[in-house]
C-alpha cells in the first residue's frame, strides 16, 4: 500500500472539551493509533465549528479562481493540482460555506468578504 492510500484512510479528530487535562488525555491515548490523525483542538463546540468552517489556503485559491470563472480544469492546471483533488476542495468549500452551487459559492465568498476585487 502505497503511504498516500495509508493517509488517506485515516480518522481525522476535532477534538472539543472544555477541559485541557481531558483532552491532552485523549491525544495522550488516541495518539499512539496510526489511523488516528488529530486535526484541531476547541474548548467547546462554537470553537470546534468555528475552527471546522475555516477555509484552507488551498480552498481559498482554488475559491478565487472559481471566482473568476475558471473550470475545474483550469484551476488544476493553475494551482498544479489535479482535476479530481480540485472537485474534492470545491466540495469542501459546499460544504464550509453551506452552499450547493458554484454561483451560490462565489456569492458567499464575496458578501463574507473572502475574496479581493470582487463584488
Known sequence: MKQTDKQEKKIRIMLA??????????????????????????????QTC??????TERELAVLRLMCDGKSNKEIGSKLFITEGT???????????LDVISRSEAVSAAIRKGLVRGHG
Open 17 to 46: 472539551d472544555d477541559h485541557l487535562v481531558i483532552r491532552e488525555g485523549l491525544v495522550t491515548v488516541l495518539g499512539g493509533e496510526s489511523d488516528f490523525e488529530f486535526v484541531g483542538f476547541a474548548e467547546d463546540g462554537e
Open 50 to 55: 468555528e475552527e471546522y468552517a475555516r477555509l
Open 86 to 96: 480540485v472537485k474534492t476542495h470545491v466540495k469542501s468549500i459546499f460544504y464550509k
